[in-house]
C-alpha cells in the first residue's frame, strides 16, 4: 500500500511561491504520483501528474526525485484563490481503485 | 456543461429513512467511482464500478448501502436505513478507460448528506 504523508497545513502570502512536499516511501515501480486541489463544498480538481523528473503544465510544476520516494507540488506566485486543500496520491495501471487513497491533504492559506 | 454530474446537491432525511443519490459520469468514460467525504477528511474510497460491472467495494460499504450501474452510464447509491453517521458528502468521479488507476479522476461537485 503506497501511503503517502503531507503536512497538515502551510500558510504564505499573495505573490509567493509555495511548495508542498509529499513523501510516499513504498511507492511502486508502475506507480504515478498525481495531485489534487479540493476547494470548500466542491469535488476534488486534477491538478498535475508525474511519474519522475519534472512536470511542469500552465498550474503548477511537480518535481519527483530520482529515488521517487517524495514530491514537490509547486504553485508559482500563489493568490487568494489558490486556498485550498491539496492532496498527494500514488497510483499505476495495476493498483486497484481502493488503493488510491486521498489521506487528509495539505490545507494551504494564502493571505494577503 | 460535459462535467460529472450529482444530483441531488442536497439532502435531509431523517434516520431510518432510506435515500438514493445519482451520479452522471463524463459520456466516454466507462470507470465510475463513489467516495465519502466527513468534514476535514480527504475523500474515502467507496466503490468502484467499469462499465457496469461492480469490481470493488470498501469494507466502508456496509450491507445498508448499494450501488449500481446498470448500464454502464449513470449510477446510483442508495443508503438504506441512514444512521447519523452517514451524514457527509458522497462524491462522484469518472475517468477515461485508456489507462489504469493512474489516469486522473473527474469529480463531481457531490451531494451532502445531513441525517437528523
Known amino acids: 500500500l503506497a501511503k503517502t504523508t503531507q503536512p497538515i497545513s502551510m500558510d504564505s502570502y499573495e505573490g509567493q511561491e509555495v511548495n508542498i512536499t509529499c513523501s510516499h516511501n513504498?511507492?511502486?515501480?508502475?506507480?504515478?504520483i498525481t495531485w489534487y486541489q479540493q476547494f470548500p463544498s466542491q469535488g476534488p480538481r486534477f491538478i498535475i501528474q508525474?511519474?519522475?523528473t519534472k512536470v511542469t503544465n500552465e498550474v503548477a510544476s511537480l518535481f519527483i526525485p530520482a529515488d521517487r520516494k517524495s514530491s514537490t507540488l509547486s504553485l508559482p506566485r500563489v493568490s487568494l484563490s489558490d486556498t485550498a486543500v491539496y492532496y498527494c496520491?500514488?497510483?499505476?495501471?495495476?493498483?486497484?481503485?481502493?488503493?488510491?487513497?486521498f489521506g487528509s491533504g495539505t490545507r494551504l492559506s494564502i493571505r494577503p | 456543461d460535459t462535467g460529472v454530474s450529482q444530483d441531488p446537491r442536497h439532502k435531509i432525511t431523517k434516520r431510518g429513512q432510506n435515500v438514493t443519490f445519482r451520479c452522471d459520469p463524463i459520456s466516454e468514460h466507462n470507470r465510475l467511482y463513489w467516495y465519502r467525504q466527513t468534514l476535514g477528511q480527504g475523500p474515502e474510497f467507496l466503490t468502484y464500478f467499469q462499465n457496469e460491472a461492480q469490481l470493488e467495494k470498501s469494507r466502508l460499504l456496509s450491507d445498508r448501502f448499494s450501488a449500481e450501474r446498470p448500464k454502464g452510464s449513470f449510477s446510483t447509491l442508495e443508503i438504506q436505513r441512514t444512521e447519523q453517521g452517514d451524514s457527509a458528502m458522497y462524491l462522484c468521479a469518472s475517468s477515461p478507460p485508456d489507462r489504469g488507476m493512474d489516469n486522473e479522476q473527474y469529480f463531481g461537485p457531490g451531494t451532502r448528506l445531513t441525517v437528523t
Open positions: 496520491l500514488v497510483g499505476g495501471v495495476y493498483s486497484s481503485a481502493s488503493k488510491i487513497i
Open positions: 513504498n511507492i511502486a515501480t508502475n506507480d504515478y
Open positions: 508525474g511519474y519522475k
